[in-house]
């Protein structure tokens, strides 16, 4: 009984140290294959390739393109990289030869400036304009208060009066 | 008090101004920044065997032409328009480089014989010459003038009036 107790937890603990095993076997794998400093190249890679538009494709990032012309541009961003070329010289690069066009957001200047201002130019305007109608309308609330009629009034008070007495 | 009413008139004029400019404006015309500057050099191994590059054609006026077997019709349309005008005006200085982009070498030479087509036509491993050129799609056509400069690039099919005109003003250009 206490053998087989024995073997059954060996038997358990081999399967335990397998999967184990197994489950840093893509883990070896990833870090054999890649090595460190490609998982930084490829973050870089992608970095600098979401900020370009897919030239071919409606609103995508040659970063996340399935198109065959955004994955020769991933190739040539790879290559810029390697060759120790920053991200702005490499953006620069793809403005040169598509324009700003190219970029996914515009550059802020010039008529593009526009683009980032307005939304908070309304922003600040649509506040500033509920601040004042909500200002007006807490202002005129007593203004709006209808007349009391005096005979109703004095009516009140007595009525009062006579109930302190009583 | 009268400007209050005005407010309203008066805040749409900008909102007026920028739609007005907005829609006269083609959204899908975009001007590329490499017309009226130097083009930039390459060097392609062609379909013959031979090497074509900007820096050999220097001093000639140069129809740089990018297209693809998949490309249909837009390619199919204009292909022979092409070899008609090089063999036109090829004893007149007139080049002519087609650069075959994303495309396989059986497919390509395929096209190639189908056109007959005499004057250079190169592959572009890794689309390199395309992108440096800003090139979105195909059909594309850059006319390139004596002194290596973009004088005028074309999207999509070639007209034979358009082709014309352009070979004609490279021709008599410096």
Known sequence: MIRRMGRWASARRATWWLTLGVAFVPWWGAAHVYGATNFDLEDRVREIASELRCVVCQNLSVADSPSDLAKEMRNLVRELVRQGKSREEISAYFVSRYGEYVLLSPPKRGFNLLVWGLPFLAIAVGGGAVYLVARRWTEQAPAHRPAIDPAYADRVQRELKDREQQ | ?174
């Not at chain 2, 054609?57 to 249909?72: D, E, Q, R, T």
């Not at chain 2, 396989?104 to 890794?126: C, H, I, K, V, W």
């Open chain 2, 1 to 174: 008090m009268t400007w209050k009413k005005l407010l309203i008139p008066l805040a749409s004029v900008p909102i007026i101004l920028l739609l007005a400019y907005g829609f006269r404006t083609d959204p899908k015309a975009i001007p590329s920044p490499l017309v009226q500057k130097s083009a930039p050099d390459f060097r392609l191994k062609a379909f013959d065997g031979g090497e074509v590059s900007l820096a050999d054609l220097k001093g000639k006026p140069l129809v740089l032409n990018f297209w693809a077997s998949w490309c249909y019709p837009a390619c199919y349309e204009e292909a022979p328009l092409l070899e008609a005008t090089w063999k036109r005006h090829k004893d007149q200085g007139l080049m002519m480089v087609g650069v075959d982009i994303q495309d396989t070498e059986a497919n390509a030479r395929e096209f190639l014989q189908r056109f007959g087509f005499t004057f250079p036509n190169a592959p572009d491993p890794g689309s390199k010459v395309s992108i440096d050129y800003g090139v979105y799609g195909v059909p594309e056509t850059y006319f390139i003038d004596r002194q290596g400069r973009i004088a005028y690039k074309h999207v999509g099919a070639l007209t034979p009036a358009l082709l014309e005109a352009q070979v004609q003003s490279l021709l008599k250009g410096k």
